[in-house]
């Protein structure tokens, strides 16, 4: 027979509808709180390099503001669902907007991580509310373990949503700004639903004309997401417009003004029409001026096809190999008339193959040799490219080289970032080349550097291809010449394992923008 001073069984309680909606909302604010973190951490990766720094401290400083929230819900007494509610509508507001917002202060704002991270504070602080009201709520229709367990299993699968959607669907088919106002509209959602359950006299006017308005700011900010993502490019980039569009891989933006036409990857110049060729004739015609006979050559990066139109211009080519990740920018430039003109229809040369493949690992897993290879990288501003100059990528490179072949390297600026340009010329020895660096003036971005390479040593003496515009046989002894305020300094080489030129290259580039 039963004791009835016992205490009844865990799971007697009976819980109401709006409860069961609760643990659901659980897993949609897990996936929105998540992705919140993910798209603030991304877009100071994207806007100020350094991806791990920037992830680290956002994250950790994410993850402080949540906890002093879960701590505030302490004093919450009352009212708890109308303050949840609350939570979510002003969730929505600023994590919805946060992308539009960090992209379009970014141009116009000197102290922009004072917008960054207030921005990180105040969305961390109300995501961490969450879970200690649902808790407090729930009380009274569940047992207190069962509470526990329930909300953090919906909570952390929630977590395992996030992470695998923004990765894989949202940011490659979405974009980040939209993505922004798409969560944003799933916190509001959570929130009218919510009122919506109660009781006729209890559905909170205030709260539900808030959300409704909210909700509509975000279905205007979704719709109108590129036109705020070229607000935010026409602050930064005073040049009109004439095609952008969002990759998986970057942001392709092109301008033109006049006859001047420029390539901006996610906001950073990669070339001005006016004096590309300076740049191309450097990086490409001091390397297959010093190959006997350069058949077969392959290009690494340079989607633009302007490296090979140099390439193409030399009459013992018969091959050239162009490994480009991004298959959008290959595309652009192969079939837009403006463009085929500035790169001589290269990519749709008959001796040209375009592969779209990540760098890093054709490499490792191709076969074949190559009498010249030409690197075109985009700087080493964050970790993905940053592993593109390591000694693994370069010896991966050493086994891809043909008897006699030459390697040539973009490497930055030797004036405005010498230990970023010395560290690449460090890490190429390192991998077992003999290096010789140079650099040329070009006016869009001043003083370049390159670095020729080949383990058997790079002759001093070349035969250059004739009709170059900038490099020929009488300047190019001057490329060679380093003044003392770019001469050599001490680096280490760049290793996968801790990528210090990254970090280098951002230090000094900063120092230098201010």
Known sequence: MADPAAPPPPFEKTARPLAYALIASVFVVAICGLVYQLLASTIASYLLGDSVT??????????????????????????????????????????????????????VVDEFRVVLYGLVLVIGFLVGLEIPLLMQI??????????????????????????????????PFIGMIRTGFLFGLLNVGVAIALIMIQPRGRRLPVEMLAGVLVAISLVIGFVGAERFQRLAETASIDEPI?????????????????????????????????????YHEALVLPNLGRVESPRNVLILGGGDGLAA?????????????????????????????????????????????????????WVREAEGLYDAIVIDFPDPTDFSLG????????????????PGGMVS??????????????????????????????????????????????????????????????????????????????????????????????????????????
């Open 309 to 361: 139109r140099e390439v193409l211009r030399h009459p013992d080519v018969e091959t050239v190999t162009l490994v480009d990740l991004d298959p959008a920018m290959t595309e652009l430039f192969r079939e837009t008339p403006l463009l085929v003109q500035l790169n001589q229809g290269s990519l749709s040369d008959p001796r040209m193959t375009v592969i779209n493949a990540d760098g890093f690992r």
């Open 54 to 107: 920037q992830f680290s401290t956002i994250i950790g400083v994410y993850l402080f503001a949540m906890g002093i929230g879960s701590w505030f819900s302490r004093y919450v007494k009352k009212d708890e669902l109308r303050l949840f509610i609350r939570a979510e509508i002003l969730i929505a507001l600023a994590g919805g907007w946060a992308a539009a917002i960090l992209f379009m202060m970014f141009p």
């Open 138 to 171: 729930l009380r009274d229709d569940f047992d207190f373990r069962e509470t526990i367990s329930t909300v953090l299993t919906f909570d952390y699968v929630g977590a395992l949503a996030a992470s695998l959607l923004f990765p894989l669907v949202l940011m």
């Open 387 to 402: 592993k593109l100059y390591t000694t693994t990528f370069y010896r991966s490179l050493l086994q891809r080289l043909a």
């Open 242 to 278: 004439i095609h952008a569009t969002s990759t998986p891989y970057q942001r392709i933006v092109l301008t033109r003004r006049g006859s001047n036409v420029s390539l901006f990857l996610n906001g950073n110049l990669q070339f001005s029409s006016l004096d590309e060729y300076r």
């Open 409 to 514: 390297v973009q490497s930055g600026s030797p004036y405005v970032a010498p230990n970023a340009f010395w560290t690449i010329a460090a890490t190429l020895e390192a991998a077992g080349f003999e290096t010789r660096p140079y650099h040329a003036y070009v006016p869009s971005f001043g003083e370049w550097g390159f670095i020729l390479a080949s383990p058997m040593g790079v002759p001093e003496q070349s035969d250059l291809l004739p009709g170059g515009r900038f490099v020929t046989t009488a300047s190019e002894p001057t490329l060679f010449e380093f003044p003392p305020d770019m001469a050599r300094v001490e680096a280490e080489p760049n290793r996968l394992d801790n990528q210090r030129l990254v970090r280098t290259f951002t230090n000094e580039w900063r120092r230098y923008d201010g």
